[in-house]
């Protein structure tokens, strides 16, 4: 059972290239996210998307876009990176919006460093 | 608008003894709750979670959490701590309807044998 699988798993970028950070889950979730983790700052949540075709912005989305491609896979793109996006990057899937008590499931994540 | 504070950046408890780990919540509704655990370089794993109903909730690897909706609490506990317990915990939020979940900025617990 792969789950949530994230690609790459690590990533060293320069200042101003782009990039897109994979995501992919095979549990039949409607519900998909991206977060980011920085020392001390717990989890923030970047885009999430509801199901197939919508996507909403979470707390911290400026200097990225998302794409929910079908319904195992959501992509998040950096289009012109910047130190500050130096991070762990994690997606989640859960199952149907209307069920609110389901917990996330997490993929490993992707370490980002923007040089 | 929904909150999670863990006042407590580390925990160091003694292999054996009983751990707690402190959450407490803000939010205008009947709130979702959930105990996440992440180990080095992997993702969070889902631990338990508070939906209704008792106010002990019990999960994996022996863990349990206490929900005191007066104090707007949800700690973490486990009866003795294993040196294998050591690890990164959070706590989050959901307000039912919503999908954003807001997380804390996690407890290190450190078991000490």
Redesign the interface.
Known sequence: NAGVTQTPKFQVLKTGQSMTLQCAQDMNHNSMYWYRQDPGMGLRLIYYSASEGTTDKGEVPNGYNVSRLNKREFSLRLESAAPSQTSVYFCASSEAGGADNQPQHFGDGTRLSIL | AQSVAQPE?QVNVAEGNPLTVKCTYSVSGNP?L?W?VQYP??????LL?Y?TGDNLVKGSYGFEAEFNKSQTSFHLKKPSALVSDSALY?CAV?L??????T????TKLQVIP
């Open positions: 950046d979702y959930f996440y370089n992997r993702g969070l794993q889902f979670k939906i959070f959901r039912g309807g919503y999908q954003k979940v997380f804390g900025t996690g």
